[in-house]
């Protein structure tokens, strides 16, 4: 009787995920300096079983307001909103060919695989029903993939021979800083088998992140610095147009 | 050559900046105006958010303003007691504007805002010049001389009269007091110095002579444009140094330029173009305001 207990209890065990995939990246941190128009981060690895391979890359969540135009008295302006929270603030996903290998949904609403299924919620509803928040949730999703903010397979993941693979993803100058999480996941029927995580750094670095600190954290200071160099600029303008 | 802005928090191209830069302050020299209210549009029209270009706006005017101040300063063009109170109304009115900003921010409609502000300003200053310059040619080519324009009666009634002895009047230290404050909520709204609407109404409300005009309107900028950057930067923290400096370059080298060449070209055909180009821009943001846009939904700033 013991036996057959300790037998089903091995049975119904969640597997354990053996290092059947490992990646990395071509370089951990993303630098934002002064003449940063984006970057193209690599991403290679090895699978070292048969299967499909899923690459996610999410920074850190945001809460974002989406705004819809109306229009009143003949002028357009932003006449609803909603918030929506746990919004990513960048998310790409790349796997090879067109189609994403299958999954159940529970597992790619688990792991967010594809925009449609982020877990992007209403932070207010404002009594407004099911389907218009909804289609806002869709306007959040379609806006964030215009600006580049989403890449949904935009670059295709690239199998080479039986083991490795690469693809690349562009963080664009407008990229919120922080701690990036790439996830790489092997699914075979159905089922993933294994996963790996990595990270990136997204920072500011340089001059303009002391001026972006300096903006913040001494507000008044900066203000008065502003108006200072503003000023002498102008003074030195001034006597620059007279030796003429 | 590309250059990322730390509180745009977006790359432009510098040469661009540096263009822009020049061709304002070529108007500016050529005009005798800030060029705040082509400069802020320009930027948005760039990409840069409203909120910062209004905000960085107010930063490079004071460097113009200073600029400019100093040269009429040395030729005693600059009425210091005048200016004093439409500064103090400046100071009260630049404030309020920039907390009646973060209020519009906070709501999502500051883009309407300074949308529908330069709309109706621009429009009514632009046919006010297009009409007085028109006027203007023609009286000069009939040989007819303009009267000076005398202040209406009821800023005539009002109360608390003192002696302005560079402007040679007599009148309420109310009136530049309110003309102060009505222009400081504007200017920094729309990221202008107020020039083009303090120059006329120092002309025909109060009455002050056209040499004194420009000096003192541009040392009330300066202090105004300086008290509205100090609030931008400190409550809402929206000011670009590096946007600033850029844009200052080219306009420094830019009014040079115009100044020369504006005294090679008639003064009335100017003021026609200018209006015209006023005029100009004015449409193209009702346009914008009133057509149906290409994208009903957008983002607003991450928090």
Redesign the interface.
């Known amino acids: 009787m013991k036996k057959l207990f300790i037998f089903v209890l091995l049975f119904f065990a969640t597997p354990v995920f053996a290092s059947g995939i490992t990646a990395s990246l071509d370089s951990h941190t993303v630098a ?7 970057n193209e981060v690599l991403l290679f690895g090895a699978a070292e079983e048969a299967g499909d391979v899923i690459v996610l890359v999410q920074g850190p969540r ?8 109306g ?1 009143a008295f ?5 006449s609803e ?1 909603m918030e929506f929270a746990n919004v990513p ?1 960048y998310y790409a996903i790349s796997y090879s060919g067109d189609n994403l290998p299958s999954l159940s949904k529970g597992d790619l609403l688990r792991h967010e695989i594809l925009p449609e299924n982020l877990n992007i919620q209403p932070v207010n509803t404002k009594g407004q029903s099911p389907e218009v928040v909804e289609s806002f949730r869709q ?2 999703i ?3 993939e ?2 580049n903010s989403i890449a949904n397979n935009t670059n295709k993941l690239e199998r080479l021979g039986d083991n490795l693979f690469r693809t690349s993803f562009f963080i664009p ?2 990229a ?1 800083i922080g701690t990036y999480r790439t996830e790489v996941f092997l699914v075979s029927e159905g089922k993933i088998i294994s996963a790996q995580a990595t990270p990136l750094f997204v920072s ?1 670095t340089g001059i ?2 002391h ?2 600190n300096f ?2 954290n001494y ?2 200071f ?6 200072f ?3 002498i ?3 030195i ?2 006597e ?3 030796k ?1 | 050559m590309y250059i990322y802005l730390p509180i745009a928090e977006i790359s432009v191209n510098a040469f661009v900046l540096l263009g822009l830069g020049g061709m304002v302050g070529i108007m500016s020299g050529l005009f005798g105006v800030g060029g705040g209210f082509l400069m802020t549009p320009l930027l948005i029209f760039l990409g840069i958010p409203p909120a910062v270009s209004v905000a960085t706006e107010s930063n490079q005017i004071v460097a113009s303003s200073v600029s400019g101040v100093l040269a009429h300063w040395r030729r005693g063009n600059v009425d210091f007691k005048m200016g004093g109170f439409l500064l103090a109304g400046g100071l009260i009115g630049s404030t309020l504007g920039v907390v009646i900003f973060s209020i519009l921010q906070d709501i999502g409609q500051i883009d309407l805002m300074i949308s529908l502000c330069y709309v109706v300003f621009l429009g009514t200053i632009g046919c006010l010049m297009f009409v007085e310059g028109v006027n203007t040619f023609i009286s000069t080519k009939k040989g007819r001389i303009k009267r000076k324009p005398h202040p209406p009666r009821w800023i005539k009634a009002m109360p608390m009269k003192i002696r302005f002895r560079k402007s040679k009047l007599y009148i309420s230290l109310f009136a530049p007091l309110a003309i102060g404050v009505f222009v400081g909520v504007l200017s920094a709204l729309m990221g202008v110095g107020g020039g083009f609407i303090m120059v006329p109404a120092m002309i025909y409300l109060l009455g002050m002579p056209t040499s004194v005009v420009i000096g003192t309107s541009l040392f009330q900028i300066i202090f105004v444009t300086a008290n509205a950057t100090f609030f931008q930067s400190y409550l809402n923290q929206t000011v670009d140094v590096m946007l600033a400096l850029l844009l200052l370059l080219g306009g420094v080298i830019g009014a040079q330029f115009g100044t020369r060449l504006g005294d090679k070209v008639n003064g009335e055909k100017m003021r026609i173009l200018l209006a015209a180009i006023v005029l100009a821009v004015c449409g193209k943001l009702l346009f914008d305001l009133v057509i149906e846009p290409n994208n009903l939904y957008s983002i607003a700033g991450a928090k």
């Open positions: 934002i300096t002064i003449y940063f128009t984006g945001e809460t974002r307001t989406i705004r819809k135009k229009r003949g002028v357009w302006y932003n909103s603030g306007a959040l379609e806006q964030l215009q600006q100058s407008n919120p500011k303009e992140a001026i972006y903006a913040y507000s008044a900066y203000g008065v610095m502003a108006i160099i503003a000023a600029a102008g003074y303008a001034n620059a147009m007279r003429r």
